[in-house]
């Protein structure tokens, strides 16, 4: 299923129960469809700048973008108001995420800082300093104690929660794109514009896995529901499928004629959705 929007697509999200999509957009807007139909349900604008970010709360209830310019809003998704403005970033906004429970919102950014906020009154609780380059993704654990956050500065770090407490850096030999959890939360993924994405033991650090195969860098990872497939999407017009237990190569889809820049799985594993230069 293709959705033809002639405009680059920087960020792409289902939302919890699969019923809609969402795309963030270079326009300055987010727009959102139904899923299985592909009709429009919603346009919502309001940034003069390109929308980097976006992503569902939890409940469905909220959508969080992120821009270039380093706004971050908080929008009901049932009308499209604007609920919050969260004040802090002083630059791009690449990566957005909720904590499983909703109470939380992180967020990445090109200031090489990630923060941590709280979504009911929109206070800022934690900046998180330890990267020299920026934050280009960032990614909770499924039980929401761990926040792995990946930078330009070609390191991975996973930070506590609870207290900001910086436990294992994770390191690629270029800048890391994307990070992402499995779905019990003990291995993480990331992707690298070494081309390469590494496969991590989370309680340890150690380095299990790297899968090599994309010709250019990785910008997107996601696990499948049943945490046994994960899929990379990469600058060289690719998207591919790896078994997670030996690193194996499953499937590659090359027929992408723009640059891919964001992938994401719905619910149940059917769908498989990716946001590329030519907006398709």
């Not at 999200?13 to 957009?25: K, Q, R, V």
């Not at 807007?29 to 429009?40: A, H, N, Q």
């Not at 761990?146 to 850096?169: E, F, I, P, Y």
Request: aromatic share 6%; glycine share 10%; charged share 20%.
């Amino acid at each position: 299923k293709s959705i033809e929007i002639n405009i680059l697509a920087t960020s792409v999200a289902f939302s919890p129960d699969g019923n809609y999509f969402a795309a963030a957009l270079q326009d300055g807007s987010v727009r959102i469809w139904k899923t299985e139909s592909g009709e429009p349900v919603r346009t919502i604008e309001g940034y003069g700048v390109s929308v980097i970010s976006v992503i569902f709360s939890p409940d469905g209830n909220l959508l969080a973008s992120g821009a270039g310019d380093g706004t971050l809003r908080l929008w009901r998704t049932s009308d499209g108001s604007l609920v919050k403005e969260l004040e802090g970033h002083t630059k791009q906004i690449n990566s957005l995420a909720f904590s499983p429970d909703g109470k939380i919102l992180a967020s990445a950014s090109d200031d090489n800082t990630a923060k941590l906020w709280n979504i009911t009154d929109g206070s800022l609780l934690m900046v998180l300093k330890a990267h020299t380059a920026p934050v280009t993704a960032l990614a909770f654990s499924p039980d929401g104690q761990v926040l792995a956050t990946a930078s330009q500065d070609a390191t991975v770090r996973l930070w506590q929660v609870s207290n900001g407490k910086s436990l294992h850096t994770l390191r690629h030999s270029g800048g890391v794109e994307c990070v992402a959890f499995s779905q019990d939360g003990s291995i993480l993924a990331s992707g690298s514009r070494d081309t390469n994405i590494r496969i991590w033991r989370v309680s340890d650090g150690a380095l299990l896995n790297t899968l090599v195969g994309h010709r250019a860098l990785v910008s997107s990872l996601v696990f499948y529901p049943d945490g046994q497939i994960i899929a990379s999407l990469s600058d060289d017009g690719t998207i591919r499928q790896w078994r997670v237990a030996d690193g194996k190569l499953v499937r590659a889809v090359e027929q992408f004629t723009g640059l891919i820049r964001s992938l994401a799985t719905s619910p149940d594993g059917r769908l498989l959705a990716s946001g590329t230069r030519i907006g398709r």
